[in-house]
């Protein structure tokens, strides 16, 4: 299990690649794109990721299909911050983060127990990450990307950190 103190950590290292990739290449740009550069930041940080892996969903122990997470982390020690357990990433490029965006990393994490591989089963905690494509590039002092850090256990679905 993560130390919350680390996961924030990693939550604001991830806050930082992504506004360096906002900010080189700017509002508008569709969510695919953004990720390909979030995933070039993390290859320059020596950042260890997975990029859209696929996980099944489950009922009644029956498989309905996959999911694709946008990127996963698994646990590593990086010179910043440390992980015990992986953790998810799903990406949006939308005006805010939504209702919609919460729903989805709250059934990956729901979800993840129930694969088979032990590395997924572990996994309690998930990032969203949304590079906001409503702002204009005149638009000083507003933040070009937001973050939300989640837990999920007992069923609950816990906020731990935002910007």
């Not at 906001?132 to 850090?149: C, M, Q, S, V, Y």
């Amino acid at each position: 299990m993560n130390n919350t103190k680390e996961l924030i950590k990693c939550t604001n290292h991830i806050l930082a690649l992504a506004e360096e990739v906002y900010r080189e290449l700017g509002s508008g740009f569709k969510e695919d794109t953004l990720q390909q550069g979030l995933a070039i930041a993390f290859r320059g940080a020596k950042v260890n990721y997975l990029r859209e892996t696929h996980i099944e969903i489950f009922y009644k122990k029956e498989s309905l299909g996959l999911l694709r997470l946008d990127f996963l982390l698994p646990a590593q020690k990086h010179k910043k911050w440390e992980l015990k357990s992986p953790i998810v990433i799903e990406t949006k490029s939308t005006s805010k983060i939504n209702n919609d965006a919460h729903l989805q990393l709250k059934n990956y994490l729901l979800s993840l127990p129930r694969n088979d591989s032990k590395e997924l089963k572990d996994i309690k905690e998930g990032i969203l990450l949304n590079w906001r494509n409503n702002l204009e590039p005149t638009d000083k002092g507003e933040a070009g990307t937001e973050i939300e850090l989640f837990s999920f256990k007992n069923r609950r679905f816990k906020l731990l950190h935002s910007n």
